[in-house]
C-alpha cells in the first residue's frame, strides 16, 4: 500500500513539474493582428461621367398671338465633369456639363409654309449642395446656362434662317448613389430659362423668341 501511495505521488510530481516547464516555454502563438476596418466613403474628389435623357419645353415668340413655334421635345445627352467636397454629411460640388440636343418643334404658318424651332446644344456651369446618406446623395443644383437655338421658316417658296446663343438660368435637383468606391450613379432633374434673342427670319425683320424647358436624365460618373 505504501509502494502505491509512493508511485502515485512521484507520479503526480512528475505531471506538475512537467506543467510548470511547459509554462516557461516561449508561446507559439503569432502576433495579435488588429481588426481591419472598411474605410468610410467619402464623396470629396474629382469626377468625369456621361448622361443621358429626355428634354422637354417651350418657345414663346414675342408679339405673336399663339405658340408659332411649337413645344420642342427630344432626346439629349452629353457629359460632366466635377467636384465634391464632403464637410461631416454636407457636400458641396461645382458641376458643368455640355449636352447634345435633339430637342425640336414646328408649326404650320399663315402663309402655308412651316415655322421650326431646334435647340442645337446646350450647357450649364452650377454648384450642388447635397446631404449624404452614406452612399446615397440627394442634391440641389443651380447655376448659369447657355444653348443655342436655330430658328427656320418656310412659305411661299423661300427658306430662311437664323441661330443665336441663349444666356440664362437653370436649377433642379438629382439622387446619387455610389455603387463603389468610384463608381456612382445619378437620376436628375433641372428646369432651363435661356431667355430672349432676336431672329431675323422674315426678310430682316427681327422677331424676338424666348426658350425655356425641363430636363429628366440618368447619368454615370467615374470619382478619382
Do not use: C
Amino acid at each position: 500500500m505504501k509502494k502505491y501511495l509512493l508511485s502515485s505521488v512521484a507520479a503526480l510530481g512528475l505531471v506538475a513539474a512537467g506543467a510548470a516547464s511547459a509554462a516557461d516555454l516561449p508561446s507559439r502563438k503569432g502576433p495579435v493582428v488588429a481588426p481591419i476596418y472598411a474605410p468610410i466613403f467619402t464623396w470629396t474628389g474629382f469626377y468625369v461621367g456621361v448622361n443621358a435623357g429626355y428634354g422637354f419645353g417651350n418657345y414663346d415668340v414675342k408679339g405673336a398671338a399663339t405658340n408659332t413655334l411649337g413645344d420642342p421635345d427630344g432626346f439629349i445627352g452629353g457629359g460632366q465633369i466635377g467636384y465634391n467636397y464632403q464637410i461631416g454629411q454636407i457636400v458641396l460640388g461645382l458641376e458643368t456639363d455640355l449636352q447634345y440636343s435633339d430637342m425640336k418643334s414646328s408649326r404650320v404658318n399663315t402663309v402655308g409654309g412651316t415655322n421650326k424651332g431646334e435647340l442645337e446644344y446646350f450647357g450649364t456651369v452650377r454648384g450642388r449642395v447635397g446631404y449624404a446618406f452614406d452612399r446615397f446623395l440627394p442634391y440641389v443644383t443651380g447655376g448659369f446656362a447657355y444653348g443655342q437655338n436655330k430658328i427656320t421658316v418656310t412659305g411661299l417658296g423661300l427658306t430662311t434662317s437664323d441661330d443665336a446663343t441663349h444666356y440664362g438660368y437653370t436649377v433642379g435637383a438629382g439622387l446619387e448613389y455610389a455603387f463603389t468606391n468610384n463608381l456612382t450613379a445619378k437620376v436628375e432633374y433641372l428646369y432651363t430659362d435661356l431667355g430672349e434673342k432676336r431672329y431675323f427670319t422674315n426678310a430682316g425683320v427681327g422677331t424676338k423668341v424666348s426658350n425655356d424647358f425641363s430636363v429628366v436624365r440618368a447619368g454615370l460618373n467615374y470619382k478619382f
